[in-house]
T-cell receptor, first 116, second 113 residues
Framework: GAGVSQSPRYKVAKRGQDVALRCDPI?????LFWYQQALGQGPEFLTY????????KSGLPSDRFFAERPEGSVSTLKIQRTQQEDSAVYLC??????????????FGPGTRLLVL | AQSVTQLDSHVSVSEGTPVLLRCNYS??????LFWYVQHPNKGLQLLLK??????LVKGINGFEAEFKKSETSFHLTKPSAHMSDAAEYFC???????????FGSGTRLSIRP
């Protein structure tokens, strides 16, 4: 079956512009995660959904970042008033059951965001 | 605090020689440990995972890792490197009580012909 997909793959935004990044998880997967990967670094956790409930948003760097998963499948990460420091690859992952512990996460290809 | 440390940012080996990528984790309580590989412009792919069963874990593409509790280590090895192994490798730790996983900073593996 299809893996995790993300769109767009690349996004160039002017500073101050709002952006929306989409994630389509593997069908039927309960958990969905967003990560931010800065250049040359490992991914860092942003937020976690179990179905439509956002159970952990401790990694969101500021109130400009907002994520939703209204029907428990597709998720959108929105960044308002983008800043240059938001430039990174945004990764989405899903897992079959609840997050954490022994669950394997399956990653999408990422959205590379460049803020000018 | 929960953490994972990859001891080498870059490892270079010759094709056909062994590979060793080192990883240490903090030992708050029983972790699950993973190795992921990231090829350029591709998504992260799971190589292998340890979940408190056998301490020697075999993964895809000939990779394996050994969980050593006394050393809090989970080093990744492969007997013979192939050119296609050139990529970024991430050691990842997860704890049963937490929803998130924690990535190491990554090790870039280069293969010399």
């Amino acid at each position: 079956g299809a893996g995790v997909s993300q769109s767009p793959r690349y996004k160039v935004a002017k500073r101050g512009q709002d952006v929306a990044l989409r994630c389509d998880p593997i069908s039927g997967h309960v958990s969905l995660f967003w990560y931010q990967q800065a250049l040359g670094q490992g991914p860092e956790f942003l937020t976690y959904f179990q179905n439509e409930a956002q159970l952990d948003k401790s990694g969101l760097p500021s109130d400009r970042f907002f994520a939703e998963r209204p029907e428990g499948s597709v998720s959108t990460l929105k960044i308002q008033r983008t800043q240059q420091e938001d430039s990174a690859v945004y990764l989405c992952a899903s897992s079959a059951r609840r997050g954490g512990g022994q669950e394997t996460q399956y990653f999408g290809p990422g959205t590379r965001l460049l803020v000018l | 605090a929960q953490s994972v440390t990859q001891l080498d940012s870059h490892v270079s080996v010759s094709e056909g020689t062994p590979v060793l990528l080192r990883c240490n984790y903090s030992s708050s309580y029983s972790p699950s440990l993973f190795w992921y590989v990231q090829h350029p412009n591709k998504g992260l792919q799971l190589l292998l995972k340890y979940t408190s069963a056998a301490t020697l874990v075999k993964g895809i593409n000939g990779f394996e890792a050994e969980f050593k509790k006394s050393e809090t280590s989970f080093h990744l090895t492969k007997p013979s490197a192939h050119m296609s192994d050139a990529a970024e490798y991430f050691c990842v730790v997860s704890y049963s009580s937490a929803s998130k996983i924690i990535f190491g900073s990554g090790t870039r593996l280069s293969i010399r012909p």
